[in-house]
């Protein structure tokens, strides 16, 4: 039994805007990399995807350690590779190193639904097993 700040069975909905808005940003730096759009549109949606990408992890860390959350280092870990991706591909980006192309982008979409979808539906079934949320 741990104390619930959050009922697992009702939509986050913070973290779900933050969701929404983080595939929302993906979805333009896809249709923005498939369109060739000039190199301003695209350093500016990275600056966006990193923020609010970093301001969603910080949220959902805060809660794991409200909830004692036991895998917590592992995806701490995996928040900060999903962050070092975005960053390298910014600073490449801007050094001429690597043009964005949607092979790029596919391989970030792929992470963030790995993340989204596998990594984040463990902190659900924790809640669940540990919680005890049928008794609450
Ligand atoms: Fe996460």
Redesign the pocket.
Known sequence: MCELLIDPRQNNSAIDVDRKVIIDIMNQLYAQTKNNAGELDINKLLILLLDHTMK??YH??RILIDIGFTGIYS?QK??NYLIEQITELMEWHENNVEQINIGRINYLYSIYGY??MI??ED?TKFIMDFCDVDNI
Do not use: G, R
């Open positions: 969603h992890f959902e860390e995806h995996a928040h993340h989204f990594m984040d902190i």
